[in-house]
């Protein structure tokens, strides 16, 4: 880890969660952040609380300072987020992936020099589309005790995350995609 050089340019807008400021601490001290990385470049920390709170509309949802923030500094440093419990809470990943358009889930899986496991020279990357299907959150209770909950799948939700995907591949030099659906599970 100490062989990497951070590069950070501008404001950071750092999200935290009521209780959850301990994550975000720690990853500054693991990272060295906020000043220690270079004189040349500081970083002035932004902190926005994304506890749930009523809107206008009496639906809970991302305090619009915290979502404001974001926009300005157009960077974020998210840490764990809970999601309360009960009618009319959505998940506050979800809102915040819906928010700033974070559709394609990028996560590069690479095997570890000296590190061994059953497969060797894995270097791969799934890119999971990130706010439909299982992430729509579209549910109703029909009858007390049952819930529905509507898989959501959009055309252009499935093409904007596949061209993402070619996209990725090209600038990355990847030789391959692969396209894959979980059209079982629910």
Same mark, same amino acid.
């Given at each position: 880890m100490e062989n990497i050089q951070w590069r950070f340019y501008g404001f950071l807008s750092k999200m935290e969660d009521g209780g959850r400021q301990a994550? @975000?601490?720690d990853t500054s001290r693991r990272r060295r952040l906020p000043?220690?990385?270079?004189?040349?470049?500081?970083? $002035?920390? $932004?902190? $926005?609380? &994304?506890?749930? &709170?009523?809107g206008p509309d009496g639906k809970m949802g991302i305090p619009q300072r915290a979502i404001d923030s974001i926009n300005k500094n157009t960077i974020g440093l998210k840490g764990p987020l809970a999601t309360p419990i009960g009618k009319g809470h959505r998940s506050l990943n979800l809102a915040i992936?819906?928010?700033?358009? @974070?559709?394609?889930?990028?996560?590069?899986?690479?095997?570890?020099?000296?590190?061994?496991?059953?497969?060797?020279?894995?270097d791969v990357v799934t890119i999971r589309e990130n706010t439909e299907g299982e992430y729509s959150g579209i549910e109703h209770e029909i009858v007390p005790g049952v819930v529905q909950s509507?898989?959501?799948?959009?055309k252009n939700a499935s093409l904007r995350v596949a061209e993402y995907a070619f996209e990725y591949a090209t600038q990355n030099n990847r030789k391959t995609v692969t396209a894959v659906h979980k059209a079982n599970i629910m």
């Amino acid at each position: 880890m100490e062989n990497i050089q951070w590069r950070f340019y501008g404001f950071l807008s750092k999200m935290e969660d009521g209780g959850r400021q301990a994550t @975000l601490d720690d990853t500054s001290r693991r990272r060295r952040l906020p000043n220690e990385i270079s004189p040349v470049v500081p970083i $002035e920390w $932004e902190v $926005e609380d &994304v506890t749930p &709170v009523k809107g206008p509309d009496g639906k809970m949802g991302i305090p619009q300072r915290a979502i404001d923030s974001i926009n300005k500094n157009t960077i974020g440093l998210k840490g764990p987020l809970a999601t309360p419990i009960g009618k009319g809470h959505r998940s506050l990943n979800l809102a915040i992936r819906q928010a700033f358009h @974070l559709y394609a889930n990028v996560r590069p899986c690479r095997s570890i020099d000296g590190v061994e496991t059953l497969y060797n020279d894995v270097d791969v990357v799934t890119i999971r589309e990130n706010t439909e299907g299982e992430y729509s959150g579209i549910e109703h209770e029909i009858v007390p005790g049952v819930v529905q909950s509507i898989k959501l799948i959009t055309k252009n939700a499935s093409l904007r995350v596949a061209e993402y995907a070619f996209e990725y591949a090209t600038q990355n030099n990847r030789k391959t995609v692969t396209a894959v659906h979980k059209a079982n599970i629910m």
